[in-house]
């Protein structure tokens, strides 16, 4: 069979100025970032025309009750919550990502690896 990703990409659909990621861990918000003017995962970042500025991320309340609810529907423990923006500042909600997923690094709009690594040995070991 001929099965091609890009038959089943919705973001090229949407006029995305912004993307946003809120971590939780047992619903509580640890923190979050932005990307403007984000590059798209189906393009090549080096040839990209996007200016993909990365920066930390102060989400208002009703951002974070939304994700809260996404990760209690879900029963996801320890996540990211995905939403983006179009140019006239509505919100869609993108995707979730669970415990495989990054929380950051030295120098980037946060670092919760050790955050995150401490609370789950306390939840589970």
């Known amino acids: ?6 038959d089943h990409i919705v973001q090229e659909e949407l006029p995305i100025a912004a993307e946003s990621r ?4 047992d619903n509580q918000f640890l923190g979050a970032r932005i990307i403007h003017d ?3 995962p189906w393009e090549d970042r080096k040839t990209s025309q996007r200016k ?15 994700s809260q609810k996404i990760m209690a ?17 509505k919100r869609n909600y993108l995707e979730l990502n ?3 997923t990054g929380f950051g690094e030295t120098g980037a709009a946060y670092n919760l690896n050790e955050e995150v690594a401490i609370r789950l040995k306390n939840k589970f070991l």
């Open 1 to 6: 069979t001929n099965y091609k990703i890009e």
């Open 38 to 40: 984000r590059t798209r």
């Open 52 to 66: 993909h500025k990365l920066e930390k991320y102060s989400p208002n309340d009703k951002e974070i009750e939304d």
């Open 73 to 89: 529907y879900s029963d996801t423990i320890l996540g990211c919550v995905d939403w983006v923006y179009d140019k006239n500042g």
């Open 22 to 25: 809120m971590i939780f861990f």
């Open 98 to 100: 669970g415990v495989g």
